[in-house]
Nanobody, 123 residues
Framework: QVQLVESGGGLVQAGGSLRLSCAAS????????MGWYRQGPGKQRELVAT???????NYADSVKGRFTISRDNTENTGYLQMNSLKPEDTAVYYC?????????????????WGQGTQVTVSS
């Protein structure tokens, strides 16, 4: 029904930048909150940043001032601009979207995840 496809990950040196994209497709009426999460080696998945449909943003303290989340509502696409990357940012980054679908029971919101994209920051 709904697919999220992330792209933009890769290997970068400390201090470098990457821009992740998350393209949502399927029978989407609208997307409420979009978010980026990450899971480092041996760690639990953690919140990186979220953005509402109105553009309100929230960031983890560890990325404030370095990462910027944005979205294009017309394209159902989200972005994460990552600057001043550190080795501790190394993780698989996942996109999440609370998507509103039209169902036989009316409008319903469901949470979807992408497959993840690897970000590796070398020191």
């Amino acid at each position: 029904q709904v697919q999220l496809v992330e792209s933009g990950g890769g290997l970068v040196q400390a201090g470098g930048s990457l821009r992740l994209s998350c393209a949502a497709s399927g029978s989407i009426v609208s997307i409420n909150t979009m978010g980026w999460y990450r899971q480092g080696p041996g760690k639990q998945r953690e919140l990186v940043a979220t953005i509402t449909s109105g553009g309100s943003t929230n960031y983890a303290d560890s990325v404030k001032g370095r990462f910027t989340i944005s979205r294009d509502n017309t394209e159902n696409t989200g972005y994460l601009q990552m600057n001043s990357l550190k080795p501790e940012d190394t993780a698989v980054y996942y996109c999440n979207a609370d998507s509103v679908l039209k169902t036989a029971w009316g409008m319903r919101s469901y949470s979807y995840w992408g497959q993840g994209t690897q970000v590796t920051v070398s020191s």
